[in-house]
């Protein structure tokens, strides 16, 4: 059902989508688990949190239908991310080089 003349539209995602999506996120936390039990020096984290991200921009495109937002709204969505790596990369500076 279109809702017309109040500017939102109603976008029909297949199952075979969702699942898809789902079954990445599984293989995607199999990696996490198997990272986990693996050392890799100082870069562990950095890997750990590689595969979030990617879990994370799954979940926001897909599931939480980012994908059919304006530009607006996904800009606003990728300043916060923006803000959020700095404060990381700057936490974890601090971490490194001490």
């Given at each position: 059902?279109a809702?017309?003349?109040?500017?939102?539209?109603?976008?029909?995602?297949?199952?075979?989508?969702?699942?898809?999506?789902?079954?990445?996120?599984?293989?995607?936390?199999?990696?996490?688990?198997?990272?986990?039990?693996?050392?890799?020096?100082?870069?562990?984290?950095?890997?750990?949190?590689?595969?979030?991200?990617?879990?994370?921009?799954?979940v926001?495109?897909?599931f939480?239908?980012?994908?059919?937002?304006?530009?607006?709204?996904?800009?606003?969505?990728?300043?916060?991310?923006m803000?959020?790596?700095?404060?990381?990369?700057?936490?974890?500076?601090?971490?490194?080089f001490?």
């Amino acid at each position: 059902m279109a809702n017309k003349g109040t500017g939102m539209e109603t976008h029909i995602v297949s199952y075979t989508t969702y699942i898809s999506v789902w079954v990445a996120l599984l293989v995607l936390l199999g990696i996490t688990i198997a990272a986990a039990k693996l050392y890799f020096s100082k870069y562990s984290v950095l890997i750990n949190l590689l595969i979030a991200s990617t879990k994370a921009f799954l979940v926001l495109m897909f599931f939480m239908h980012l994908k059919y937002e304006g530009r607006f709204l996904k800009g606003l969505v990728l300043l916060t991310i923006m803000v959020l790596t700095l404060l990381i990369i700057l936490t974890f500076s601090d971490v490194w080089f001490r």
